[in-house]
């Protein structure tokens, strides 16, 4: 995978333990070319890794380069 945008957390292999959200945005983000996605937001406490989640996420449409363009 391409990494165009600098991850927070570092080293990408440090990523873990978010499978299951990585999983749902995943659902999500696959329904958008089909109108079906509506709007989501991301709350949680501070320095608990919305800011690498959502680079992530980034860095996976980037690298598919697929029917959803992404924008950070």
Do not use: C, H
Not at 25 to 47: Q, T
């Amino acid at each position: 995978m391409q990494y165009p945008l600098n991850e927070k957390i570092g080293e990408p292999a440090l990523f873990v333990g978010r499978e299951w959200e990585l999983k749902y945005f995943d659902n999500w983000l696959a329904n958008i070319p089909k109108r079906l996605s509506k709007s989501r937001v991301i709350i949680a406490r501070r320095k608990s890794g919305k800011t690498a989640f959502v680079q992530r996420i980034f860095n996976q449409l980037w690298s598919e380069n697929g029917a959803v363009i992404p924008f950070y």
